[in-house]
């Protein structure tokens, strides 16, 4: 017990070390874009608590140094603060806002786009026995956990090579694949195997997302969608609901409401014309569910929007 106490000492010490180091390669390289030198790596930092936004989530990483961020999916909430990091396999429709942050302690976070080819390689490399075993079930298209502190040694010499320009070529694509490898054998692992894997729920449920995305504006059964998938309805239904907490038809209303509020953004005089782009017949319907989902009706979230866009400390900066 001693030696067992000791040892978690020693990898706390080491965690807040990391911690330490990575807070401050994030702050002195972070950009008002949010990119960086090395491609599919973001760095961000918001100086205080944000209201929530909805988005789509990216096949991602994202890894918080400082503060905390929320991010909902359907009924599902995730939360996750300083060393904790989010994995998403799915771009999926997610409201999102940092809660703790402030301009003498800012929110500091990491991101790296996962890409399900590397992922597919690495999984074909592994000799027998190097993965864990397979759960039963589609796992959820979204997962938190603590970061273990390999994996936060690997994203700190990632950054580090922010500052070694004549490294970076070589060394970057190396130590994310490393940091892909340490996410597909840790605790979230099954979550982004199923990314780099053809035949998986995830990767069925997958094609349904992005046949969605592409005609969200037109009516469709869900028995057509799981065809095209490749599964029956009955599974198909249970394993988009396992990855997305919606079902086909709730997540299409998110995707055609985010895609009226993108729109109103640059016509916010044509309430009516952008509910029947993104699909919607009935004006009133339009308004309703627009207004249940954002907060406001339209064509007061529209001015709002305009506004927001005029000030650099507005609401979706």
């Given at each position: 017990?001693?030696?067992?106490?000791?040892?978690?000492?020693?990898?706390?010490?080491?965690?807040?070390?990391?911690?330490?180091?990575?807070?401050?390669?994030?702050?002195?390289?972070?950009?008002?874009?949010?990119?960086?030198?090395?491609?599919?790596?973001?760095?961000?930092?918001?100086?205080?608590?944000?209201?929530?936004?909805?988005?789509?989530?990216?096949?991602?990483?994202?890894?918080?140094?400082?503060?905390?961020?929320?991010?909902?999916?359907?009924?599902?909430?995730?939360?996750?603060?300083?060393?904790?990091?989010?994995?998403?396999?799915?771009?999926?429709?997610?409201?999102?806002?940092?809660?703790?942050?402030?301009?003498?302690?800012?929110?500091?976070?990491?991101?790296?786009?996962?890409?399900?080819?590397?992922?597919?390689?690495?999984?074909?490399?592994?000799?027998?026995?190097?993965?864990?075993?397979?759960?039963?079930?589609?796992?959820?298209?979204?997962?938190?956990?603590?970061?273990?502190?390999?994996?936060?040694?690997?994203?700190?010499r990632l950054l580090r090579l922010l500052d070694a320009p004549r490294d970076r070529?070589?060394?970057?694509?190396?130590?994310?694949?490393?940091?892909?490898?340490?996410?597909?054998?840790?605790?979230?692992?099954?979550?982004?195997?199923q990314l780099g894997l053809p035949d998986s729920g995830l990767s069925h449920v997958s094609r349904a997302v992005g046949w969605i995305r592409e005609h969200y504006a037109e009516p469709f059964r869900v028995a057509d969608v799981a065809r095209l998938s490749g599964m029956s309805v009955s599974a198909f239904y249970r394993s988009f609901q396992a990855v997305t907490a919606m079902s086909p038809i709730q997540f299409q209303k998110q995707i055609r409401l985010q895609e009226a509020r993108l729109l109103l953004a640059t016509r916010p005089g044509d309430v009516t014309g952008v509910g029947r782009r993104v699909g919607y017949d009935n004006p009133s319907q339009f308004s309703r569910e627009y207004r249940r989902q954002f907060g406001a009706p339209p064509s007061r979230d529209a001015a709002r929007l305009r506004e927001a866009a005029r000030s650099p400390a507005g609401v979706l900066t």
């Open positions: 017990m001693p030696d067992e106490r000791r040892d978690a000492r020693r990898d706390d010490r080491r965690t807040e070390a990391l911690l330490a180091e990575l807070r401050a390669l994030l702050e002195r390289h972070v950009r008002p874009d949010w990119t960086t030198a090395i491609d599919g790596v973001l760095i961000s930092r918001v100086d205080r608590p944000d209201p929530p936004q909805p988005s789509m989530s990216g096949t991602v990483l994202a890894v918080i140094a400082q503060g905390a961020k929320q991010r909902a999916l359907g009924d599902r909430v995730f939360t996750y603060g300083a060393g904790q990091y989010l994995v998403a396999s799915v771009d999926l429709p997610v409201t999102g806002h940092f809660t703790h942050a402030d301009p003498g302690r800012p929110a500091l976070g990491f991101g790296l786009t996962l890409d399900p080819s590397a992922v597919a390689d690495l999984l074909l490399r592994a000799a027998p026995g190097d993965l864990p075993r397979a759960v039963p079930g589609t796992p959820s298209g979204i997962a938190v956990s603590d970061a273990p502190a390999a994996l936060l040694d690997a994203v700190v070529a070589v060394l970057a694509p190396l130590v994310v694949r490393e940091i892909l490898w340490r996410l597909i054998t840790g605790e979230q692992g099954a979550t982004v195997r």
